[in-house]
């Protein structure tokens, strides 16, 4: 079985096994008591604390440690944004956030604040001019992740944190998936981050707050982690935590130079082996062992469900793949196809063999998708009728965009066909799908129990 999905969740480091092993035998005790068992405890604790620092890049008196990164999130943007709050209550995050910030979000402006979701190209990276610009004198806080986890995608965090700082507003850096390979470049001032994104243990995360920057934690006072996290320290997990994050920090070069190739191997060569496929993402300032790519005519729950079977372990941002039946809000954002979407995020030690063996399967595993849901195998050129309507009410991803598909050689070049969809993904698959077939999509307007989407036949 090769696992394939490091971004959601790393394997646990062997350097975080043996941490936490043996931590578990020193670090039970309470590390704010002054008897032995605590002093050992607070020894481990600090010595953690200065490890993780000094990976992060910052003081260890700048970074607590939390039960996880969305809580870092959370703890983080509610905490600057109320020491903020007499400057104002305009929250600013970019439109491919994490889940966790742009949680964080809704909550703030169903409190009554005001958030600005900045919006991102194709390749899903803001323009730092175009983030600059959505800050204003009542903005309390800006957030920008360092990397995307969807499609790995780096942001230009430098110059976003450089905009920040002459509008003298904080930034908030969510570097859950570029820490393990580096330190975040720029003058930010509050950084989240997830052990488990590193191959240390899940339940640990940390968040840094710079001095200087006005934060005012939320929720009962509580004396531990400078307050910012309440309860016990889980010393076990912290341990492990900054000494995996220590271990992949020295293997990052190397291992990041290999799994790179590895990576580069399937962007280029999926397009050759499946027809009708997008690769998105940055092709250039991209995460080293991220690669995204999208199928269309193909059902993205059941390739994984095929993959898996085939003993390949991936995710995917498809809309057929969550209970709301939405496309991934990254995807979305770009502008980019959300059908039959695979995500492949190698972990520490992918070898060479299990790449290759995957690119050997996913063609037939797509075709056989596509079989099932009946998708063309190639384009026709009827040309009966200068206009069609197709009903694809009711129909799920990728269903409408097939009988799309299907149709679009019974109209002439310059006839139209109108799909009839209530499935949300199709007004991001719909307009996707003619940028790669190169027809025209004319645009979309309201039709009984769903949208209309009209396109011209161009070729």
């Avoid at 799994?259 to 080293?288: H, S």
């Amino acid at each position: 079985m090769s696992y394939f999905d490091a971004a959601s969740s790393a394997p646990l480091h062997p350097v975080a096994r043996q941490a936490l092993q043996a931590s578990l035998d020193e670090g039970w005790a309470d590390p704010a008591r002054l008897y032995r068992e605590g002093r050992r405890a607070r020894l481990l604790l600090d010595a953690a604390r200065e490890a993780a620092a000094d990976a992060v890049g910052c003081r260890p008196d700048e970074l607590s440690f939390t039960s996880s990164g969305t809580r870092a999130v959370h703890s983080g943007i509610a905490g600057a944004l109320a020491g903020r709050r007499r400057v104002g209550r305009h929250l600013v995050v970019s439109a491919v956030e994490h889940s966790s910030v742009l949680h964080s979000a809704a909550a703030h402006e169903a409190d009554g604040g005001t958030v600005t979701e900045v919006g991102v190209d194709r390749a899903g990276a803001v323009d730092p001019e175009a983030y600059a610009g959505a800050l204003r004198p009542d903005t309390a806080l800006a957030c920008l992740q360092s990397a995307n986890h969807e499609v790995g995608t780096e942001q230009p965090v430098a110059e976003v944190a450089s905009a920040c700082r002459a509008a003298g507003v904080p930034l908030l850096v969510d570097a859950a998936q570029s820490l393990p390979w580096g330190p975040v470049d720029g003058d930010w001032s509050l950084l989240a981050a997830s052990a488990h994104k590193w191959g240390g243990p899940a339940g640990a995360g940390l968040l840094v707050v710079r001095k200087g920057v006005r934060f005012a934690a939320q929720g009962p006072a509580d004396e531990r982690e400078s307050g910012r996290a309440a309860g016990f320290e889980n010393i076990p997990a912290v341990v492990a935590a900054a000494a995996s994050l220590r271990a992949v920090r020295a293997e990052a070069a190397a291992e990041g130079a290999r799994l790179r190739e590895l990576t580069e191997r399937i962007r280029a060569r999926v397009p050759g082996l499946v027809p009708d496929v997008e690769v998105v993402g940055d092709p250039v300032r991209r995460l080293p062992h991220l690669v995204t790519f999208s199928c269309l005519y193909v059902d993205g729950e059941t390739v994984l469900h095929e993959l898996d079977r085939a003993g390949f372990s991936v995710s995917s941002g498809s809309s057929c793949t969550s209970s709301t039946l939405t496309p991934s809000h990254v995807l979305k954002a770009m502008g980019v196809l959300s059908e039959g979407n695979v995500r492949v995020s190698l972990p520490r030690g992918t070898q060479e063999e299990e790449v290759e063996h995957f690119l050997e399967v996913l063609p037939g595993v797509v075709a056989g998708v596509r079989e099932q849901l009946g998708a063309p195998v190639a384009a026709t050129k009827r040309a009966e009728s200068a206009s069609l309507v197709v009903d694809a009410l009711g129909k799920r991803c990728p269903l409408p965009v097939i009988e799309l598909a299907k149709v679009i050689g019974d109209v002439p070049v310059g006839g139209t066909v109108t799909v009839l969809s209530d499935d949300e993904a199709a007004r991001l698959d719909i307009p996707a799908w003619c940028e790669m077939r190169g027809q025209e999509y004319v645009g979309e307007e309201p039709a009984d129990h769903g949208t209309a989407y009209v396109v011209r036949r161009s070729s």
